[in-house]
């Protein structure tokens, strides 16, 4: 009964409520985007298909993915297809910058991708939004710190692995990315307090900052 009652937890701290998140990838197997401009890819959180993920803004990609439960095994299908998607395109269009920007679970799959493939991938920056995985300061870790143990690997866990990578986050008083803001904050906070962040447009490719609670930050990795 307690397990339940946490893994019930869990999947209420982690779901966007509606805002993003696909249920599979038959969309996903287009040709590449034409190689003029930045091609901008993002990810959705759980709740909804990969065509209605609450992005907006001159998108190239959206992710799709099978993500019914947030956990680790679902984590790392986004990453092995948002890693798949980029390198498509990449290899098409070797010059072209990447932006790349996910909320909420797909936070967590833009940060694992960011943090095992900056090595290997260049000319790509990346939006977090209300990032499970986000390491305080400012504030505390996200949900992912608290929830670990259920979720597993690569959910689990925070950290700022993200190499010469620019990377924004954002976390305004939501407990998802940051645990001080406390679980009551949950779900009002974590769908309402982010109305302008969807529009990737408002994201420059460099941006390397945290934006947290309205107030601006510099980077610290």
Request: net charge negative; proline share 5%.
């Amino acid at each position: 009964m307690r397990t339940s009652r946490i893994v019930a937890a869990l999947a209420s701290l982690l779901l966007t409520a509606g805002i993003s998140v696909a249920q599979g990838t038959a969309a996903q197997a287009a040709a590449t985007a034409p190689c003029e401009g930045t091609y901008t890819i993002v990810v959705g959180g759980t709740g909804s298909k990969w065509y209605d993920d609450g992005f907006t803004g001159n998108i190239q990609q959206h992710v799709g993915y099978p993500t019914q439960i947030p956990n680790g095994a679902s984590a790392r299908a986004g990453v092995n297809e948002l890693n798949r998607l980029v390198r498509d395109q990449r290899a098409a269009c070797p010059n072209q910058h990447v932006k790349m920007g996910g909320y909420s679970l797909g936070a967590a799959v833009v940060h694992i991708w960011v943090s095992e493939n900056w090595r290997t991938f260049g000319n790509v920056n990346a939006i977090l939004i209300a990032d499970p995985k986000r390491q305080g300061n400012p504030g505390a870790d996200g949900g992912a710190v608290p929830f670990g143990g259920v979720v597993g690997a690569p959910l689990a866990g925070a950290d700022r692995n993200f190499g010469n990578v620019p990377v924004k986050t954002i976390c305004h008083w939501d407990y998802v990315c940051d645990e001080s803001a406390g679980i009551w904050t949950y779900p009002g906070n974590h769908v309402n307090n982010y109305p302008h962040d969807f529009n990737m447009d408002h994201h420059n490719d460099s941006a390397n900052e945290q934006w947290y609670n309205g107030a601006w930050h510099p980077a610290s990795w």
